[in-house]
Every structure is written in C-alpha cells, then in structure tokens.
C-alpha cells in the first residue's frame, strides 16, 4: 500500500542500465496481470538502442526522458499473435471490431501498470508517456508494427535520478460513488476542484499561458479542440484501415 501511495513520475534518470534480469523480472511481473480470457492481447516492445530512441523520440515531442532513460518500453494492442494461432488451428478469428480494440487496450493498461509496480518496487522509476497515441501511426512505423498491433502507451525506465514530490490528487470522495452515480453540482465541483486550483503550480500555469483559470488551460492550451480533433483523426483513419472500425458504421 505505501508503495501505491508514494508513486512519483520520474523524468530524469541516471545513466545506469537496467540489468537484464531485473527487467525480465518487471515483465514477468507484468504479464501476471488480469487480462480478457487469458488471452494477453498485449506485446511490448524494449528499446534500449540509442539510434532507434532518436528515431522514436520526436514522435513524443522530444521529451528528454525518451532519450535520458536507459529503457523505453512500448506497449502495444495485439490481435495478430492470438489471430495468428488461431488461422494455424484452422480456426477464423474475429477480432478486427471495436469491442476486441477495447479489450486488448484495457489488457494493455493493466500490464502496464503491473509493470509500473514491478519497477517502483525494484526501486526504478517510470513515467508515462500519453504522447504515444497521439502518433501511434508514426511509432508503428518505427517498431515496424505489423498489422492487428496497435502502440498505446509507452513507459520510460530507469533509475531516478531526482525524486520529485507527490503530485496532487482529488479527494476521494470526489470519485466515488455509493451504491449509484451521483451527479455533481455546480457548488460541487468547484469545491472538489478547489485545492487544485490553489496550487501554486496551477497559478503559475494559469499565468504563463495568459488565461483566467486552470480549466482554461486544460481546455485551450494543453488540450484544444484543433489538437483533438486532428490526433483523433490520426487514429481514426489507423483503426478504420486496420478494420477495427468498418467505415460503413462511420
């Protein structure tokens, strides 16, 4: 428990690798997680290669950590192993719809946060990089992902080499709800909002992007309906090609 309670993202590193047995042991941790039918509709890829990061780095915006940590570890969707068994069993699968994307994404999540644990605990650090759908075509290309294996996110690893403090959080009672969801109020949510707004972070961010309040940044700056709308569109046409989502349902 304390351990889940102290998590931290860590953005720098220091140089040191990451011995090979210890990694195969964050991921044999990881592949303990739950998944849809023990199916593990998941695959990850390991980058330790300092050309092949170059390549990928830009594609998450050239965040110093991709490049700074030892170890970048890809995780991926994937349909095509499990399809692939099943064709060499002269069985059909099919996989290739919405409900399998989101199982396989949801299977993907949970390695990766068994993986997060497994590191923290060996004394590693992690962060997560969201960056990784927002070029999932791009990354696929570089990892040379075949169809039926989609990237969803991408951790770096390594060991820390500054340990920042705890990042805020909602009070719990603010996501929680008892026996049926309970909507918020105006009042409400202004007050469960409130010690994130009082942040001295969350001012300082408010005034150096020019707005009135936290919420506008979130909304105008780090996620703006251009950007949205165009990395949707990026993903969409990626899940449209692969046949996840058959145009005639668009």
């Not at 220091?14 to 592949?31: F, H, M, Q, R, Y």
């Not at 590693?124 to 040379?144: D, F, M, Q, R, W």
Request: proline content about 4%.
């Amino acid at each position: 428990m304390e351990l889940l309670k102290s998590h931290r993202t860590i953005r720098k590193y220091k140089s040191t690798a990451i011995n090979d047995d210890v990694l195969i042991e964050i991921l044999e941790s990881g592949i303990r997680a739950s998944n849809t039918g023990n199916m593990q509709l998941y695959s990850v890829i390991i980058t330790k290669d300092k050309e092949k990061k170059a390549l990928i780095a830009p594609l998450h915006y050239n965040q110093p950590m991709v490049l700074q940590a030892p170890v970048l570890l890809t995780i991926c969707f994937d349909i095509n192993r499990f399809s692939k068994w099943c064709l060499a069993n002269d069985t059909k699968s099919n996989f290739s719809n919405l409900l399998w994307l989101i199982n396989g994404v949801i299977d993907s999540s949970i390695l990766a946060q068994n993986i997060c644990i497994a590191a923290e605990n060996l004394k590693l650090g992690i962060c997560y990089l969201g960056t990784t759908l927002y070029n999932a075509p791009e990354i696929s290309k570089v990892l040379h992902l075949p169809v039926g294996v989609i990237p969803i996110t991408s951790l770096t690893l390594g060991y820390p080499e500054v340990i920042p403090e705890l990042t805020d959080r909602l009070p719990l009672n603010s996501i929680i709800h008892l026996e049926e969801y309970k909507d918020y109020t105006d009042e409400k949510i202004m007050q469960i909002y409130q010690d994130k707004e009082n942040l001295e972070s969350s001012r300082k961010f408010v005034t150096e992007n020019s707005k009135e309040n936290l919420a506008q940044v979130f909304t105008e700056v780090r996620y703006s309906k251009a950007d949205n709308l165009y990395f949707s569109g990026k993903l969409m046409k990626m899940l449209m090609d692969q046949g996840f989502i058959p145009i005639e349902e668009i």
